[in-house]
């Protein structure tokens, strides 16, 4: 290969490489640093609603005025930790049960014969080819005191009142399970389906019983999955606003529903702004920590 | 080394008809649908063998090992090892071990663990399952990297790793799918001395599947040949190749010339076949007893015949021929006769002079030659 040839497959590397770095640059990066931009500056009645950050002051003196109240206003009123910690802990139980529900399902489905798994595969998709906000109103209509859940628990004779499920944190974190589900499956499924079978003969042959086999070896080697999966399933549900919305109640705090109340009802774009940024803060960490067992976890896997 | 050659000869437990195998096959089938993999199979294994099963691709030999191992139930027939029916025993109750093609190391774990997996699951204490660890890893010479994985070894060391975690089980037998086939062909070589000499050592019952009939020959006490699901003919290398029992085995251990024929007359000790392709009828000196009039094949290996200018002196059997090609393979070559009929003949003839010239040459009308003793009659 000749220095040419080198430069040349470097570019070439650069070039197909480089577009989505580009949409994300303009996409997201500008947006978020608008958002941070925002978050440093004050609430003012008029349009826009908050103080410039850069000011041309007299004589030409470029003034930038940097308001960190929109922060503070986040430590001073326990209403946001809370809101926070709520979000995290209904996150967090929802993903856990994402993967109690999504680990056999996504195993079966790896270990079905080759014409029932895409089947399969299919039905675990098939919840997007309908609206996600028509899925989660159907969940009203489940939930609710004289829904379908309580009228059937009625009628089996469980319960003798109807049970109060809708606009509770159980109503939202049925809702993020089901909603989610999908996101845990499908990576799960991915490192299942290419694990090598004969690792599970070997165990067995090594005089390893199927359960202790499967600890040892399928959920170890399922790591990356687990990560990949849990990660699509938390991140988001941090921050979900529309299912606390609907199917939560009035004191279901949740981060998300904070941003929006902040944003269109207390029209205090600042205290809004500073609360996104404050979320995605909270979010890297656990990121970064699942990247890194990630890692650790896949060395030599491949 | 030296002791095992002069050992060897004696151990030979199946001629005896006291000896009780280690592993016995009955009327072993395996059917995938209607496609027969493995077709009644009898066949007895005993302590202390290298045995291995030899045949073409896609004969049976893994699903026949496999069904050992358990991962496979037989359509048909019982398997036994040491006396018990396997047949309902899970692979993890098995007193065998498998060292699989593709070694199937556990890639999350250190070539320790890997070897440490099945002390553990025996539930041994840690420190006897250290020093087990620690004395494999040293049988196969790989205790300077006990604390590598799998994708940080090359295919020879994975091969050791592999082979050191079945044999930490101590198991009564140890089977070997293909244990060899990604070695090159030195490495190749020198782990077959290993294999053998590691074999002997911990006296360990081997069951090895390949492909390569040389593998087979050097390293096994015997061997069994396979042919689309059945067993052709169970027997030492040396029985194998001197008296292969159908064509099949004949034509798929080293090379063969074979004549067809028929019996025209059966004397105490010398049998004359006429075979329309040769001049001359062909005799050969152990061929059992055949009636007059069946036909058979005459089997003569390519270094059992001489290559000649001379007629062939009396006694011996002799065919007519030119030079049609001759393939030089530095220590021998071969020589390919064209017969008057047209038949082809291969002669293998060992390149005594340091010379590149050869005494004989394309077009040189020559003698083929061999002694009644050298040749085999093959009813099947
Ligand atoms: N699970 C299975 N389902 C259907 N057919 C199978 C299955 N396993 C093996 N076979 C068939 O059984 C036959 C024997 O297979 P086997 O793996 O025992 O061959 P082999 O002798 O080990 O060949 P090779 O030398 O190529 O490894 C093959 O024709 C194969 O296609
Ligand atoms: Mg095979």
């Known amino acids: 290969m000749t220095a040419l040839d080198r430069v040349a497959r470097r570019w070439g590397r650069l070039i197909v490489g480089f577009p989505p770095y580009v949409w994300l640059l303009i996409f997201f990066l500008v947006p978020f640093l608008i958002v941070i931009k925002i978050s440093l500056s004050q609430a003012v009645m008029g349009i826009p609603p908050y103080t410039p950050l850069l000011e041309w002051g007299e004589g030409a003196v470029l003034t ?4 960190l109240g929109s922060f503070g206003t986040l430590f001073s009123d326990e209403l946001y930790a809370f809101a926070y910690l709520n979000s995290l802990r209904l ?3 929802a993903t856990f049960c994402c993967l109690l529900l999504g680990y056999p399902a996504a195993y079966a489905i790896a270990r079905s014969s080759h014409s029932v798994r895409n089947l399969l595969l299919l039905l675990v998709a098939l919840p997007f080819w309908t609206s996600f906000l028509i899925r989660v109103y159907a969940w009203i209509g489940i939930l609710k005191t004289e829904g379908l859940l309580n009228g059937l628990l009625l009628w ?9 499920i809708l606009e509770t944190d159980l109503a939202v974190l049925i809702g993020m399970v089901y909603s989610y589900l999908p996101f845990m499956v499908l990576p799960l499924f991915a490192t299942l389906e290419k694990m090598d079978l004969s690792l599970l003969e070997a165990a067995a042959d090594l005089g390893c019983r199927p359960f202790q086999a499967f600890i040892s070896v399928t959920l170890p080697l399922s790591l990356p999955g687990i990560v990949a999966g849990s990660l699509l399933v938390f991140i988001p549900a941090v921050g979900e606003f529309v299912i606390p919305d609907l199917l939560g109640g009035p004191d279901t705090l949740m981060i998300g529903k904070i941003l929006w109340a902040e944003f269109f009802d207390n029209r205090d774009w600042p205290v809004a ?10 979010l890297v960490v656990p990121v970064m920590v699942f990247q890194r067992l990630q890692g650790r976890a896949t060395e030599g896997t491949r | 080394m030296t002791q095992t050659v002069a050992q060897r000869p004696t151990f030979s437990p199946w001629t005896d008809p006291e000896s009780v195998p280690l592993i016995r096959f009955e009327g072993v089938s395996k059917r995938f649908g209607d496609f027969v993999a493995v077709d009644q199979v009898d066949l007895s294994i005993h302590a202390g063998e290298f045995f291995s099963l030899l045949g073409a691709s896609g004969c049976g030999k893994t699903t026949l090992l496999r069904m050992l191992a358990g991962f496979e139930t037989p359509t048909s027939g019982r398997i036994f090892i040491d006396g018990t029916d396997v047949s309902a025993i ?7 071990n498998m060292m699989f093609q593709s070694y199937a190391l556990f890639p999350h774990m250190t070539v320790e663990q890997n070897v440490a997996f099945g002390l553990k699951q025996d539930g041994l ?5 250290r020093e087990k660890v620690r004395d494999v890893l040293d049988l196969v010479q790989m205790s300077r990297f006990g604390g590598r994985k799998p994708h940080q070894l090359s295919g020879g060391q994975r091969q050791r790793v592999a082979l050191a975690r079945c044999l930490a089980k101590e198991p009564k037998v140890l089977l070997l799918d293909e244990p060899l086939a990604a070695l090159d062909r030195q490495l190749r070589e020198r782990t077959q001395l290993e294999l053998v000499g590691i074999q002997e050592r911990v006296g360990i019952t081997f069951v090895m599947v390949t492909h390569d009939q040389g593998e087979a020959m050097t390293m096994s006490s015997r061997i069994a040949v396979m042919n689309s699901g059945c067993l ?9 190749y001197e008296y292969p029992g159908t064509r099949f085995v004949a034509d798929f251990i080293g090379a063969a010339n074979m004549f067809e024929g028929v019996v025209a007359s059966d004397s105490d000790d010398l049998l004359v076949v006429t075979c329309p392709e040769l001049e001359s009828d062909l005799t050969i000196s152990h061929g059992g007893s055949v009636p007059v009039g069946a036909p058979v094949t005459v089997m003569v290996r390519p270094e059992k015949m001489v290559v000649q200018r001379d007629r062939p002196s009396e006694g011996m059997n002799g065919v007519k021929g030119i030079v049609a090609d001759i393939a030089y393979l530095g220590d021998v070559s071969i020589y390919h006769i064209s017969l008057p009929s047209g038949r082809r003949v291969e002669v293998l003839r060992t390149n005594l002079r340091h010379t590149g010239e050869q005494e004989l040459t394309w077009e040189d009308e020559v003698h083929l030659a061999w002694h009644p003793a050298n040749a085999m009659v093959l009813t099947r």
């Open chain 1, 64 to 67: 930038i005025r940097i308001a």
């Open chain 1, 91 to 93: 996150a967090a139980i």
């Open chain 1, 156 to 164: 089996l004779g469980i319960i003798d009142t109807p049970l109060q």
């Open chain 1, 273 to 282: 702004s500073a609360v996104a940024v404050a979320m995605l803060i909270l």
């Open chain 2, 90 to 96: 899970p692979p993890y109750e098995r007193p065998v």
């Open chain 2, 125 to 129: 204490p840690k420190a006897q399952i």
């Open chain 2, 232 to 240: 052709e003919q169970v027997g030492t290398p040396v029985e194998i």
